[in-house]
C-alpha cells in the first residue's frame, strides 16, 4: 500500500494524496499486527507478527 501511495505521489494532488495516506492509516491501524506491534513496544520484546 505504501508504496502504490509513493508512486503515484507525483500524479496527484495534496488534497488527494492526504486522502489517499488517511484511508491507508484507517486500513493499517485495524490490523491485529498492530495491535501486537504496540504491545510489544510496551512490554519491550520483539513483535511476533502474524500478517493479519
Request: charged share 30%; no cysteine; proline share 2%.
Given at each position: 500500500m505504501s508504496k502504490r501511495l509513493l508512486?503515484?505521489?507525483m500524479h496527484v494532488?495534496?488534497?488527494e494524496a492526504l486522502d489517499d495516506e488517511g484511508l491507508s492509516q484507517t486500513?493499517?491501524?485495524g490490523t491485529n499486527d498492530t495491535a501486537e506491534?504496540?504491545?510489544a513496544?510496551?512490554?519491550k520484546r520483539s513483535?511476533?507478527?502474524?500478517?493479519?
Amino acid at each position: 500500500m505504501s508504496k502504490r501511495l509513493l508512486n503515484n505521489s507525483m500524479h496527484v494532488t495534496l488534497e488527494e494524496a492526504l486522502d489517499d495516506e488517511g484511508l491507508s492509516q484507517t486500513v493499517n491501524f485495524g490490523t491485529n499486527d498492530t495491535a501486537e506491534a504496540m504491545m510489544a513496544f510496551v512490554e519491550k520484546r520483539s513483535p511476533d507478527f502474524k500478517g493479519r
